[in-house]
């Protein structure tokens, strides 16, 4: 009997075993379909130029890659500091200072913390927990966020959701240090493109159905509904950050980890001794204002349906009645715009750039010149004009495919522009300087406040203007 119950138990116990091996082979046949479809990679491509130890995780790590990633990117673009937080804040009282401050926070306080912890991170033998503590702490930055709005008052919370705003910036800079270093110990050279392409696609298709609905009106414009749209980006924030640590990182080298603030004073001298290279930094630093206007562009809109109490600088304004605002849901159109700007111009631009970075620059600062000189000819000649559903969304449409010119032309005309050995100090120097003339860009708010928003866009208009002169002096650097 005691050998029979023995047998039988250990039959049972290899049916079991057999079981869990088919289900799990099940699952890892799916995923190496779903892997196979999205990437179209032969076998003989998959594991290039990445350790062997991470080869015959492929699927897992691209599909873990593709979740974690368009969870963050679409946490991005829910909290938006242009449009989303700026709304918020506008809805909230806050005064146009702190709304100023958004833009210039974020940006420079995820670019210029990363000259002081490259160094720390690349220290780090597994750096996907970099990656995972600083996607957690930007969703618990985002909860601060919440309570924030809930619990105090406008001016109040305006101030803690721009210190929190800073510190999910500084967390974001441990991110964008740390994923590339990642991606490329366990992801394929041949597919990383597809990775990060993919989650992109997914993160802005997801942007424009929310803003589809709210300009619809499936989705009906509250504070509650951006708190509840925060809910959603802290969340998947933190999913990303446990999603994440799926990845088998193999440990990876510690050495050479050079501080980039070291020697930054010899390094600015020694490229500023460039004349292109100076004239590069003029351009770029001068088109800051396509990343600095949409929240000033939100806050006109928001002045003219008089859910502000401040008024223009000029009495131009004053006349106008509610407006059609009502009809479609103006922050919907607003995001829609944004959103479509960037889907329909990135790859043109990034073909143009191919071909001349400096022309796309030079085309970006003319197209956002077109915009700021329409918006302070609206505002000043035919303010009725500016109650309509789609002249400001159109308007923001216009200026975000400039900045996505930017983007793009400015990244391929400074790697295209420097040789192996100035490239390092070329990027760390611009990082740096555009860094530090962001946090200068914050003076807008106190500007706005202080004079109004129509002398806000007469300075944004010289900028670009002075930037379509500089970016003219440039090199045709594919040509060299």
Known sequence: MTESNSSQSKSAGSNSSESNRSESNSSESTLDKVYLALTTEDEGRLCKDIPESACNDQPKH???????????????????????????????????????????????????????TAKWIRERQKRKW????????????????????????????GV????????????????????KDVLGKTVSKSTRGTATGLAGSIASTSVIVFASLLMLGVIELTINTVLLLLTLASLLWIFASFFFLQLHEKNGSTENGSSAIAGIAQRIKESFSDRQFVLFILTRGLLIATALAPPFVLLLQQQITGSNKQSLDSATLSSLSQSSFDSLNSLGLFIFASSIAGLL??????????RSSRKVLMI?????SLGFLAVLLLINFAPHWLTTDFTLPVLLFVIMIAYQGVRLGRSTHLVDMADDKSRANYTAVSNTIIGLLLLAGSVFGWIS???????????FLSMCLLATFTAFNLNEVQSH
């Open 364 to 368: 970006s600062a003319l197209t956002a």
């Open 130 to 157: 970099v990656w995972a503590i600083g996607s957690l702490a930007q969703g618990l930055c985002v909860a601060g966020m919440i309570i924030s709005a809930t619990v105090f008052s406008s001016e109040t919370a």
């Open 62 to 116: 691209f599909i873990t890659h593709v979740l974690s990633l368009s969870a963050t990117k679409m946490a991005d673009g829910f909290i938006d500091p242009k449009l989303i937080l700026s709304w918020l804040l506008t809805q909230l009282g806050t005064s146009s200072f702190f709304i100023g401050l958004l833009v210039p926070i974020r940006e420079a306080g995820a670019l210029l913390p990363q000259l002081f």
């Open 449 to 459: 406040q202080l004079y109004g928003l129509n002398w806000v866009f007469v300075i």
């Open 345 to 354: 111009s990135s790859y043109v631009w990034g073909k143009l750039a191919d």
């Open 160 to 179: 803690l959701i721009v210190g929190l705003l800073g510190l999910l910036a500084v967390a974001r800079s441990f991110c964008s240090v740390s994923y």
